[in-house]
Nanobody, 128 residues
């Protein structure tokens, strides 16, 4: 069964770090791009980053560039989002999502409508 399962969320102080994981079942990261999205209360779900299927190219929305890094383990069917220097504005439920082929972005920001496989989300709270 095609499935994405996120983990690694939690409570962290401003300036701290977290690493989110996305476990992939029943498809290969060689053929599917993986993206991270996030949704804060009362706000729309926004794209954060993406890693492409073919060559592992990464893309980041402007607000997280230089702070977040996305990687993948193709053999292990895992994708990761390392988040450094976290800010209160980063608090949200984080979702991983997949689509066949390459990343689908608008100005390096993943476009929600192009991704058709979604995980259940993991909560990230940045607070002192």
């Amino acid at each position: 069964q095609v499935q994405l399962v996120e983990s690694g969320g939690g409570l962290v102080q401003p300036g701290g770090s977290l690493r989110l994981s996305c476990a992939v079942s029943d498809f290969s990261l060689e053929n599917y791009a993986i993206a991270w999205f996030r949704q804060a209360p009362g706000k729309e779900r926004e794209g954060v980053s993406c890693i492409s299927s073919t060559d592992g190219s990464t893309y980041y929305t402007f607000s997280v560039r230089g702070r977040f890094t996305m990687t993948r383990d193709v053999a292990g069917s895992m994708a990761y989002l390392k988040m450094n220097d976290l800010e209160s504005e980063d608090s949200a439920v984080y979702y991983c999502a997949a689509r066949k082929g390459r990343c689908a972005n608008v100005n390096s920001t993943p476009w929600r409508g192009a991704y058709d496989i979604w995980g259940q989300g993991t909560q990230v709270t940045v607070s002192s």
